[in-house]
Protein backbone atom coordinates (compact mmCIF):
# COMPACT_ATOMS: atom_id res chain seq x y z
CA UNK A 1 0.00 0.00 0.00
CA UNK A 2 1.52 3.84 -0.55
CA UNK A 3 0.67 4.64 2.45
CA UNK A 4 3.12 2.06 4.11
CA UNK A 5 6.26 2.88 5.34
CA UNK A 6 8.08 -0.10 3.74
CA UNK A 7 7.49 -2.61 1.13
CA UNK A 8 8.98 -5.97 -0.12
CA UNK A 9 10.72 -5.91 -2.78
CA UNK A 10 8.91 -8.10 -6.32
CA UNK A 11 12.05 -10.01 -6.89
CA UNK A 12 13.66 -12.67 -4.96
CA UNK A 13 17.31 -12.80 -3.63
CA UNK A 14 19.06 -15.60 -3.33
CA UNK A 15 21.29 -16.39 -0.39
CA UNK A 16 24.93 -17.14 -1.57
CA UNK A 17 25.77 -18.65 1.28
CA UNK A 18 21.99 -21.65 1.64
CA UNK A 19 20.62 -20.58 -1.48
CA UNK A 20 16.91 -20.10 -0.18
CA UNK A 21 15.09 -17.47 -1.81
CA UNK A 22 13.76 -14.73 0.38
CA UNK A 23 12.38 -10.84 -0.74
CA UNK A 24 14.34 -7.76 1.11
CA UNK A 25 12.63 -5.22 3.00
CA UNK A 26 13.10 -1.22 1.44
CA UNK A 27 12.55 1.66 2.74
CA UNK A 28 10.02 4.13 0.98
CA UNK A 29 11.32 7.24 0.81
CA UNK A 30 8.76 9.92 -0.78
CA UNK A 31 5.90 11.57 0.58
CA UNK A 32 7.09 13.00 3.59
CA UNK A 33 8.03 10.02 5.41
CA UNK A 34 11.27 11.23 6.26
CA UNK A 35 11.07 14.61 8.32
CA UNK A 36 14.94 15.09 8.79
CA UNK A 37 16.07 16.99 12.34
CA UNK A 38 19.04 18.03 13.16
CA UNK A 39 22.91 16.17 12.89
CA UNK A 40 24.40 15.16 16.04
CA UNK A 41 27.68 15.82 16.60
CA UNK A 42 28.15 11.81 16.13
CA UNK A 43 26.90 13.03 12.72
CA UNK A 44 23.91 10.74 13.06
CA UNK A 45 20.78 12.51 11.21
CA UNK A 46 17.96 12.48 13.86
CA UNK A 47 14.35 11.98 12.42
CA UNK A 48 11.08 14.00 13.76
CA UNK A 49 8.23 11.96 14.02
CA UNK A 50 5.37 12.70 11.63
CA UNK A 51 1.70 12.61 12.23
CA UNK A 52 1.18 10.22 9.25
CA UNK A 53 3.67 8.03 9.58
CA UNK A 54 5.29 8.55 13.32
CA UNK A 55 8.38 7.65 14.14
CA UNK A 56 11.03 6.21 10.82
CA UNK A 57 14.59 4.60 11.79
CA UNK A 58 16.56 4.38 8.69
CA UNK A 59 19.60 2.76 10.23
CA UNK A 60 17.15 -0.34 10.48
CA UNK A 61 17.12 -1.15 7.20
CA UNK A 62 20.44 -1.22 5.16
CA UNK A 63 21.87 -4.68 5.74
CA UNK A 64 20.28 -8.18 3.91
CA UNK A 65 19.94 -10.79 6.27
CA UNK A 66 19.05 -14.68 5.04
CA UNK A 67 16.59 -15.87 7.01
CA UNK A 68 17.28 -18.69 7.20
CA UNK A 69 21.41 -19.33 7.58
CA UNK A 70 21.52 -15.39 9.09
CA UNK A 71 24.45 -14.39 6.67
CA UNK A 72 24.21 -10.56 6.74
CA UNK A 73 25.52 -7.99 4.76
CA UNK A 74 24.98 -4.67 3.28
CA UNK A 75 22.94 -4.77 0.35
CA UNK A 76 25.52 -3.66 -2.14
CA UNK A 77 28.34 -6.96 -0.45
CA UNK A 78 25.32 -9.28 -0.05
CA UNK A 79 25.42 -10.93 -3.65
CA UNK A 80 29.38 -10.44 -4.30
CA UNK A 81 30.58 -13.29 -1.14
CA UNK A 82 33.53 -14.67 -2.58
CA UNK A 83 33.07 -18.38 -2.96
CA UNK A 84 36.28 -19.66 -0.70
CA UNK A 85 34.26 -17.74 2.21
CA UNK A 86 30.61 -20.16 1.91
CA UNK A 87 31.86 -22.55 4.20
CA UNK A 88 33.43 -21.01 6.38
CA UNK A 89 30.34 -18.62 6.89
CA UNK A 90 27.96 -21.65 7.02
CA UNK A 91 30.37 -23.31 9.73
CA UNK A 92 29.90 -20.66 12.06
CA UNK A 93 25.92 -20.61 11.80
CA UNK A 94 25.11 -21.55 15.52
CA UNK A 95 27.81 -19.22 16.69
CA UNK A 96 25.61 -16.75 15.09
CA UNK A 97 22.73 -17.53 16.70
CA UNK A 98 24.19 -17.86 19.91
CA UNK A 99 24.75 -14.16 19.25
CA UNK A 100 21.76 -12.95 19.26
CA UNK A 101 19.93 -15.33 21.62
CA UNK A 102 22.50 -14.38 24.30
CA UNK A 103 21.70 -10.19 23.41
CA UNK A 104 18.19 -10.20 22.55
CA UNK A 105 17.17 -13.98 24.17
CA UNK A 106 15.80 -14.96 20.89
CA UNK A 107 16.20 -14.67 17.18
CA UNK A 108 14.74 -12.09 15.23
CA UNK A 109 12.39 -13.27 12.59
CA UNK A 110 13.72 -11.64 9.52
CA UNK A 111 10.68 -12.56 7.19
CA UNK A 112 8.74 -9.89 9.27
CA UNK A 113 9.12 -6.03 8.91
CA UNK A 114 11.90 -4.63 10.72
CA UNK A 115 12.43 -3.16 14.16
CA UNK A 116 14.99 -1.84 16.64
CA UNK A 117 15.85 -5.22 17.69
CA UNK A 118 15.88 -6.86 14.23
CA UNK A 119 17.60 -3.73 12.93
CA UNK A 120 20.11 -3.85 15.69
CA UNK A 121 20.68 -7.63 14.97
CA UNK A 122 21.04 -7.09 11.42
CA UNK A 123 24.43 -5.47 12.10
CA UNK A 124 25.82 -8.03 14.60
CA UNK A 125 25.62 -10.83 12.50
CA UNK A 126 27.19 -8.37 9.64
CA UNK A 127 30.20 -7.79 12.01
CA UNK A 128 30.11 -11.47 12.47
CA UNK A 129 30.31 -12.12 8.23
CA UNK A 130 32.17 -9.37 6.68
CA UNK A 131 35.46 -10.55 8.30
CA UNK A 132 35.50 -13.45 5.88
CA UNK A 133 35.09 -10.89 2.55
CA UNK A 134 38.82 -9.71 1.28
CA UNK A 135 40.17 -7.26 3.18
CA UNK A 136 41.60 -4.96 0.21
CA UNK A 137 38.46 -5.15 -2.04
CA UNK A 138 35.86 -4.81 1.23
CA UNK A 139 37.55 -2.93 3.68
CA UNK A 140 35.92 -5.26 6.51
CA UNK A 141 37.91 -3.47 9.60
CA UNK A 142 36.17 0.00 8.42
CA UNK A 143 32.85 -1.30 8.04
CA UNK A 144 32.89 -2.69 11.68
CA UNK A 145 33.79 0.04 12.78
CA UNK A 146 30.56 1.90 10.97
CA UNK A 147 28.59 -0.98 11.97
CA UNK A 148 29.48 -1.00 15.56
CA UNK A 149 28.87 2.89 15.29
CA UNK A 150 25.40 2.22 14.21
CA UNK A 151 24.70 -0.45 16.94
CA UNK A 152 25.73 1.70 19.68
CA UNK A 153 23.16 4.01 18.16
CA UNK A 154 20.44 1.65 18.01
CA UNK A 155 20.92 -0.12 21.48
CA UNK A 156 20.94 3.53 22.97
CA UNK A 157 17.47 3.76 21.19
CA UNK A 158 16.54 0.45 22.57
CA UNK A 159 17.41 1.86 26.13
CA UNK A 160 15.08 4.50 25.62
CA UNK A 161 12.20 2.51 24.06
CA UNK A 162 12.05 -0.40 26.78
CA UNK A 163 14.40 1.12 29.86
CA UNK A 164 16.47 -2.11 30.26
CA UNK A 165 19.82 -1.34 31.65
CA UNK A 166 21.34 -4.02 29.65
CA UNK A 167 20.34 -1.76 26.24
CA UNK A 168 22.76 1.01 27.88
CA UNK A 169 25.43 -0.99 29.12
CA UNK A 170 25.63 -3.10 24.89
CA UNK A 171 25.68 0.64 23.21
CA UNK A 172 28.44 1.99 25.69
CA UNK A 173 30.39 -2.04 24.29
CA UNK A 174 29.81 -0.65 20.97
CA UNK A 175 31.01 2.60 20.96
CA UNK A 176 34.42 1.20 22.53
CA UNK A 177 34.38 -1.28 19.92
CA UNK A 178 33.64 1.14 17.59
CA UNK A 179 36.43 3.81 18.51
CA UNK A 180 38.83 0.46 18.64
CA UNK A 181 37.70 -0.81 14.61
CA UNK A 182 37.71 3.16 13.88
CA UNK A 183 41.58 3.11 15.28
CA UNK A 184 42.42 -0.03 13.46
CA UNK A 185 40.99 1.39 9.94
CA UNK A 186 42.77 4.56 10.43
CA UNK A 187 46.65 3.17 11.44
CA UNK A 188 46.33 0.24 8.45
CA UNK A 189 45.67 1.75 5.39
CA UNK A 190 48.70 0.61 4.08
CA UNK A 191 47.43 -3.15 4.44
CA UNK A 192 43.87 -2.22 4.05
CA UNK A 193 42.51 0.79 2.08
CA UNK A 194 39.28 2.17 3.09
CA UNK A 195 37.63 2.90 -0.25
CA UNK A 196 36.14 -0.86 -0.10
CA UNK A 197 33.29 0.63 1.93
CA UNK A 198 31.26 2.03 -0.71
CA UNK A 199 30.13 5.01 2.11
CA UNK A 200 31.85 6.02 4.90
CA UNK A 201 28.71 7.34 6.57
CA UNK A 202 28.58 6.97 9.36
CA UNK A 203 24.44 7.24 8.82
CA UNK A 204 22.97 6.28 6.42
CA UNK A 205 21.75 10.03 4.75
CA UNK A 206 24.89 11.69 3.56
CA UNK A 207 28.46 10.40 3.15
CA UNK A 208 31.33 12.58 4.84
CA UNK A 209 33.92 10.56 3.36
CA UNK A 210 37.33 10.59 4.61
CA UNK A 211 37.31 13.79 6.34
CA UNK A 212 34.41 12.54 8.54
CA UNK A 213 35.75 9.14 8.88
CA UNK A 214 38.93 10.96 10.50
CA UNK A 215 36.46 13.26 12.73
CA UNK A 216 34.41 10.34 13.59
CA UNK A 217 37.48 8.45 15.02
CA UNK A 218 38.38 11.48 16.97
CA UNK A 219 35.09 12.05 18.32
CA UNK A 220 35.00 7.94 19.44
CA UNK A 221 38.84 8.62 20.93
CA UNK A 222 37.08 11.55 22.76
CA UNK A 223 34.20 9.77 24.29
CA UNK A 224 35.66 6.74 25.70
CA UNK A 225 38.71 8.36 26.77
CA UNK A 226 37.01 9.61 29.49
CA UNK A 227 36.62 6.01 30.83
CA UNK A 228 40.00 5.82 31.15
CA UNK A 229 41.78 5.61 34.75
CA UNK A 230 44.88 5.94 33.80
CA UNK A 231 45.66 10.13 33.81
CA UNK A 232 48.75 10.05 31.53
CA UNK A 233 46.84 7.58 29.46
CA UNK A 234 43.69 9.71 29.15
CA UNK A 235 46.15 12.84 28.94
CA UNK A 236 48.14 10.83 26.17
CA UNK A 237 44.64 10.02 24.08
CA UNK A 238 43.36 13.70 24.46
CA UNK A 239 46.57 15.25 22.61
CA UNK A 240 46.15 12.61 19.95
CA UNK A 241 42.45 13.20 19.66
CA UNK A 242 43.63 16.80 19.15
CA UNK A 243 46.24 15.55 16.53
CA UNK A 244 43.64 13.92 14.57
CA UNK A 245 40.95 16.85 14.34
CA UNK A 246 42.80 19.51 13.60
CA UNK A 247 44.23 17.42 10.14
CA UNK A 248 39.89 17.67 10.02
CA UNK A 249 39.61 21.49 10.22
CA UNK A 250 42.96 22.27 8.71
CA UNK A 251 43.60 25.82 7.26
CA UNK A 252 43.28 27.97 4.03
CA UNK A 253 41.40 25.86 0.72
CA UNK A 254 41.63 22.89 2.25
CA UNK A 255 39.64 23.81 4.71
CA UNK A 256 36.69 26.11 2.47
CA UNK A 257 36.27 23.20 0.80
CA UNK A 258 35.10 20.69 3.60
CA UNK A 259 31.36 20.78 4.67
CA UNK A 260 30.79 23.43 7.42
CA UNK A 261 28.92 21.28 9.71
CA UNK A 262 32.15 19.21 9.75
CA UNK A 263 34.54 21.91 10.49
CA UNK A 264 32.15 23.79 13.09
CA UNK A 265 31.73 20.24 15.22
CA UNK A 266 35.64 19.45 14.91
CA UNK A 267 36.46 23.02 16.68
CA UNK A 268 34.08 22.77 18.81
CA UNK A 269 35.06 19.62 19.93
CA UNK A 270 38.89 20.86 19.72
CA UNK A 271 38.34 23.76 22.33
CA UNK A 272 36.61 21.28 24.99
CA UNK A 273 39.65 18.98 24.67
CA UNK A 274 41.70 22.24 24.63
CA UNK A 275 40.20 22.69 28.21
CA UNK A 276 39.98 19.47 29.22
CA UNK A 277 43.53 18.80 28.57
CA UNK A 278 44.37 21.61 30.87
CA UNK A 279 42.60 21.17 33.34
CA UNK A 280 44.06 17.51 33.77
CA UNK A 281 47.67 18.88 33.05
CA UNK A 282 47.21 21.33 35.89
CA UNK A 283 45.62 18.19 38.21
CA UNK A 284 48.47 16.16 36.83
CA UNK A 285 51.36 18.94 38.27
CA UNK A 286 50.04 19.15 41.49
CA UNK A 287 50.31 15.58 42.01
CA UNK A 288 53.40 15.84 40.87
CA UNK A 289 54.39 18.63 42.80
CA UNK A 290 52.41 17.56 45.84
CA UNK A 291 55.76 15.77 48.22
CA UNK A 292 55.22 15.32 51.72
CA UNK A 293 56.29 18.16 53.86
CA UNK A 294 59.00 17.21 56.69
CA UNK A 295 57.55 17.46 60.22
CA UNK A 296 58.55 20.46 62.51
CA UNK A 297 61.12 18.66 65.28
CA UNK A 298 60.06 18.88 68.94
CA UNK A 299 60.08 22.36 70.29
CA UNK A 300 60.42 24.17 67.42
Known amino acids: ?126 MSCIPFFDRKRFSPTMKIGIYSLRSAWLFSDLFLETKDPKYQELSLLFYKKAAEFYDTALNNQNKEPIDGAKSLGPDTDKNFGYDGMLYVAAVLQYKTAHFVEDPYEKLRLFEETKRILSKVFGMGRKAKDKPEVLLNFSREIYDKLGEETESLQVSLNQIEGNTPETPPEEGE
Open 1 to 126: MPDEVTYFAKDDIICPVCGIAFKREELRLGGGRLNAGELTNELRRTYIPTQKYGAINPLIYPITVCYSCLYAADDFDFLSLPQKAVESIKVYHDIRAQYLIKIFERIPDFQEKRDLFSGAASYILA
